[in-house]
């Protein structure tokens, strides 16, 4: 394994062979940087490397953002693209629970991978959260395909239901960004 460097100022952690003058990530001085060694094991590191979680976290994001976009659309011009915007927020709004799910488990895989178990406060409320982020998802869901996509009430639903599951997904996003800064157990 490559010898590692970590800038005292801001934490970055970088090869040394790949370091300058400078912290890549804050510009400060080299000196600045000291030898740190990776408290993961390398199966550990490969597999986080892999970054699941946040790819498919950023695909349920995505998608709950678009599909509020595409409510908000279809409520306030409901004859403008008529059909072709409510099978287009259909296709959203049905896919939206699949992939909050995926977000939810990959987040359960990478909360092991990372902290060894995810039954920390932080990541209780992260899985609070995923269920209410997919409650908000499958409710519109029902709500899309179980009446009439045309009628006002349910255009206005879709818009509160999917404003709360992009809620979910900006709070589950600053907290996931808050466990970025935590330090790896061995």
Not at 10 to 36: L, N, T
Not at 98 to 118: C, K, M, P, Q, W
Request: glycine share 10%; aromatic share 12%.
């Amino acid at each position: 394994m490559a010898e590692l460097l970590r800038c005292k100022s801001c934490g970055y952690v970088v090869e040394a062979g790949r370091v300058g003058e400078v912290c890549p990530a804050c510009g400060v001085p080299r000196k600045m940087m000291e030898p740190w060694k990776d408290p993961l094991s390398p199966r550990r590191r490969f597999l986080l490397g892999l970054d699941l979680h946040p790819i498919v976290d950023h695909f349920s994001v995505s998608f709950a953002t678009c599909a509020f976009v595409i409510a908000v659309f279809v409520l306030l011009f409901p004859g403008f693209f008529g059909q072709s915007a409510a099978d287009v927020m259909r296709v959203f709004v049905g896919v939206l629970p699949l992939a909050v799910i995926a977000s939810y488990l990959s987040g359960l895989y990478d909360g092991r991978l990372r902290f060894r178990r995810t039954s920390t406060p932080v990541l209780r409320t992260k899985k609070v959260l995923g269920i209410l982020f997919f409650a908000f998802a499958a409710a519109a869901a029902v709500l899309t395909f179980a009446f009439d996509p045309f009628a006002i009430w349910v255009r206005a639903g879709n818009v509160v239901l999917e404003a709360a599951g992009v809620g979910c997904a900006f709070v589950l996003g600053r907290t996931g960004k808050d466990l970025l800064n935590a330090v790896f157990p061995g």
